[in-house]
T-cell receptor, first 113, second 113 residues
Framework: GENVEQHPSTLSVQEGDSAVIKCTYSDSASNYFPWYKQELGKRPQLIIDIRSNVGEKKDQRIAVTLNKTAKHFSLHITETQPEDSAVYFCAASTNFGNEKLTFGTGTRLTIIP | DVKVTQSSRYLVKRTGEKVFLECVQDMDHENMFWYRQDPGLGLRLIYFSYDVKMKEKGDIPEGYSVSREKKERFSLILESASTNQTSMYLC????????????FGPGTRLTVL
């Protein structure tokens, strides 16, 4: 089955700096890669996703990149703000997201004021 | 607005007890999922269901069973609770379509003594 590895497990950045979280996947058939954000004490919520036919997608201060050849994808957050502090999970799916997701182990991002 | 609710936020049970965790969604979603969240291990899929009375094993089904008698309700059952099942349990639901978002419930923190 699919295996998703996520790094780093914890990340601290100064407010205003950029943060990058990286994930690798094992199944070359994976074709959908969402990112979920979980704030302290709250439920995970989708923040951005990317499909296998796209190399990069951007939404305001967050962007995702996908390298299918290397089987890795990354989340980039620019101009970080205190509200970006959360646990971020990457995930992968082999059926365009129309069934189960395999999640990474999560990255706890802390923004230092 | 999608709403996924879980029967309890906190639950304390004894070893050997039978435990029921209930999840209800109000958006007529076909897919429902049960995850377990542990620090450093991310979100691990226990069971999922594509339709009423249908169930599929996830990555860690041992020690668990599920029931889906109605479309809106998905129950997770611990037949004989053990201390290693102490964890946060998250339910999620999604539509049957491509690139669809999973909507999570608030979670149930289960402690088995």
């Amino acid at each position: 089955g699919e295996n998703v590895e996520q790094h780093p497990s914890t990340l601290s950045v100064q407010e205003g700096d950029s943060a990058v979280i990286k994930c690798t996947y094992s199944d070359s058939a994976s074709n959908y890669f969402p990112w979920y954000k979980q704030e302290l004490g709250k439920r995970p919520q989708l923040i951005i996703d990317i499909r296998s036919n796209v190399g990069e997608k951007k939404d305001q201060r967050i962007a995702v990149t996908l390298n299918k050849t290397a089987k890795h994808f990354s989340l980039h957050i620019t101009e970080t703000q205190p509200e970006d502090s959360a646990v971020y999970f990457c995930a992968a799916s082999t059926n365009f997201g129309n069934e189960k997701l395999t999640f990474g182990t999560g990255t706890r991002l802390t923004i230092i004021p | 607005d999608v709403k996924v609710t879980q029967s309890s936020r906190y639950l304390v049970k004894r070893t050997g007890e039978k435990v029921f965790l209930e999840c209800v969604q109000d958006m007529d979603h076909e897919n429902m999922f049960w995850y377990r969240q542990d620090p450093g291990l991310g979100l691990r899929l226990i069971y999922f269901s594509y339709d009423v009375k249908m169930k599929e094993k996830g990555d860690i089904p041992e020690g668990y069973s599920v029931s889906r008698e109605k479309k809106e309700r998905f129950s997770l059952i611990l037949e004989s609770a053990s201390t290693n099942q102490t964890s946060m349990y998250l339910c999620a639901s999604s539509q049957t379509r491509l690139y669809n978002e999973q909507f999570f419930g608030p979670g149930t923190r289960l402690t088995v003594l």
